[in-house]
């Protein structure tokens, strides 16, 4: 027996089954969708899912550079980027100082003598080394500047004697203390007894002499023709260590005088130009240590014998 509420709960699932195949459509149609069109019941349907009518969600933009992507208040805040402590300021470099002067002009010691002897070496400096800086050193010096690149200023600074010394070997004895320029000419008979300085103007050399044999030998240079130096056999009249000429107001150190004026001495003038230039008639002698050494060893009373 069918009570009423059987009755209206079979009313109820029909009326479910109509709404669930009958009257679903196709959107934007109005015709039934799917197999639903055809009315098909005996086709057991399943629930369909709850329709939304929610805008569908926008699609995500492209990715973009950071550098493009536009600012909005929903960017992420840029992470901070680490930095590190300001480095202090790299301090100035030091200037270089101009190189130091080792010799020059108007210096003598043994360096000027190497630095002779070494510019020798390479035919910068032809003469014997004398140990004094003269016009002829600094020329010679200038020259080799000149051809290295170093600035020419005929001064030796350590950079130019470190060049040179480099170019160089250690010179020997006989290479800074040569007995002359030149060969030592044969003495006179005068030469060959007693004590004598024996002057020869063919050789322009003295050669100190004691009983025959050679002490000591120099190169010397004489007067020029209009203040020639005298010859013959003379004796030393007197010495004078600081002597200073009161004729020309030149200075005679380890002046021997053997004729009136006329002396053996040390001359700068002769050391520095060598045989361009000429005495007032004396003996001049170039190397100071030479000079200083007879002086010392000449007494008053020696023979002095000038000859050609």
Request: with cysteine; aromatic share 8%.
């Amino acid at each position: 027996m069918l009570t009423t509420s059987t009755l209206c709960r079979g009313f109820a699932t029909a009326a479910v089954l109509a709404v669930s195949v009958g009257c679903t459509v196709q959107p934007g149609t109005g015709e039934p969708a799917g197999d639903a069109k055809g009315g098909d019941l005996g086709v057991s349907i399943a629930p369909l899912p709850e329709r939304t009518t929610a805008t569908p969600a926008p699609p995500a933009p492209a990715p973009t550079t950071a550098s493009a992507r536009p600012a909005t208040d929903r960017t992420p805040a840029a992470a901070p980027i680490p930095t590190t402590p300001e480095a202090p300021p790299p301090s100035p470099s030091p200037t270089r100082s101009a190189p130091r002067t080792l010799m020059t002009t108007g210096s003598e010691s043994d360096q000027v003598r190497e630095l002779q002897a070494r510019l020798g070496q390479i035919g910068y400096f032809d003469r014997a080394p004398t140990g004094y800086y003269g016009s002829l050193t600094a020329t010679a010096v200038a020259a080799f500047q000149n051809r290295r690149g170093l600035p020419t200023t005929g001064a030796t600074d350590t950079v130019t004697w470190q060049r040179l010394r480099g170019m160089t070997r250690t010179p020997t004895a006989d290479e800074l203390t040569p007995p002359t320029t030149k060969p030592v000419a044969a003495p006179d008979p005068r030469c060959m007894k007693g004590r004598v300085m024996c002057i020869s103007k063919t050789s322009s050399t003295l050669s100190w002499m004691v009983d025959g044999k050679t002490k000591a030998s120099m190169d010397v240079r004489f007067g020029s023709e209009y203040t020639p130096t005298r010859e013959g056999t003379f004796e030393v009249g007197w010495k004078s260590r600081h002597h200073v000429s009161t004729l020309y107001d030149s200075p005679m150190p380890y002046a021997m005088f053997f004729s009136g004026g006329q002396a053996v001495h040390y001359s700068e003038d002769f050391a520095a130009r060598g045989y361009s230039g000429a005495s007032h008639g004396c003996v001049n002698v170039r190397d100071e240590k030479k000079i200083a050494a007879l002086y010392a060893e000449v007494r008053t009373g020696d023979k002095v014998v000038i000859y050609w």
